[in-house]
């Protein structure tokens, strides 16, 4: 029993620790999943929008061509012109950094379409989400944009998806949708637990995986063998039955009952006298059946 305990205590102490170890590599797999799971969210999220700049665009059926090639990209301010009059504004390095759309064509036709209000804003989170669901289980998405069009004091924003992921812990990241920072938009994504998203693949993963699978099957089998063990010796245990000797002795335990000349002969060899009332019991008790294995 103590060698049992022994052994359960070390198994215990390495499955503990291996636990942990696994635990550990597939949180740390999981969290960088998720991270690479964004930056191919940020990819989907460019891809669906030129898609969607492009559809609605062309719905318009209105003749487009560009000449001059792209802007002078050393410029460091760019102007537009419109019914409201010139407007010029200053390239930010940083908010270059967060443009979604690199053609500044097509960051035109996305400001035009705003201009003349023909965008339909849910395409664009529909067309992401079927990206998302495609490449990535379990993602839900929402987009909110904010106008600021020149003409609209007040500004305009718009809304799509799922509005109760719109909050900071959510927050994918800030982006604009033209080369002017008129159109600026905000992707909110929902990714599945770290738990969910571990590579569970990985070397670490499956060989601690399979330590802790090898160490519950030594438990069981512990266990098991242990309690084979009790049950054996239960069945065998000297103090549970009495075996006849020979006529009228009889071994109790670890004591010879010796009925004839009313005795008790002892493990040390010591012979005692036995009493008449102690006498009387031994003597029933042998001769009860329900006690009594014989050693024929």
């Known amino acids: 029993m103590k060698r049992y305990r022994k052994i359960s205590y070390v198994l215990g102490g390495i499955l503990f620790l291996v636990v942990g ?6 949180y740390e797999s999981g ?21 969607w700049a492009n559809r609605e665009f062309d719905k318009l059926g209105i003749p487009y061509s560009v000449g001059g ?6 410029s460091k301010q760019r102007r537009i012109v419109l019914a409201e009059g010139e407007t010029v504004v200053a390239v930010d390095s940083i908010k270059e950094g967060k443009r979604l759309i690199a053609s500044h064509s097509l960051s035109a036709k996305i400001r035009f379409l705003f201009l003349v209000d023909k965008a339909v804003f849910s395409v664009l ?20 944009l904010q106008s600021e069009l020149p003409g609209d004091r007040k500004g305009k924003k718009f809304m799509a998806g799922d509005s109760t992921l719109m909050a900071d812990k959510f927050k994918l990241g800030t982006y604009y949708l033209d080369d002017m920072y008129f159109l600026e938009l905000t992707a909110y994504l929902s990714l599945p637990s770290p738990w969910l998203c571990a590579d569970w693949g990985k070397t670490g993963i499956v060989s601690c ?3 802790v699978v090898f160490c519950l099957c030594i438990f069981v089998l512990l266990f098991w063998n242990n309690r084979k063990k009790n049950n054996d010796d239960e069945a065998a245990d ?40 102690s006498y009387k019991l031994l003597s029933a008790f042998v001769h009860a059946k329900s006690h009594f294995l014989s050693n024929n």
């Open 31 to 51: 969290m960088e999943e998720r991270r690479i799971c964004k930056q191919k969210a940020e990819v989907s999220l460019k891809s669906a929008t030129e898609l």
């Open 209 to 211: 995986s399979i330590v």
């Open 21 to 26: 170890m696994l635990a550990f590599q597939v």
């Open 125 to 144: 989170n529909e067309l992401w989400q079927e990206d998302l669901d495609d490449s990535h289980t379990y993602c839900s998405s929402a987009l909110m």
């Open 69 to 74: 090639g792209e802007p002078n990209k050393e």
């Open 238 to 277: 000297p103090d549970d039955f009495v075996i006849c000797i020979s006529e009228n002795k009889y071994q109790i335990g670890g004591v010879l009952f010796d009925e004839e000349a009313c005795t008790l002969t002892f493990e040390d060899r010591s012979v005692v006298k036995c009493p008449m009332q």
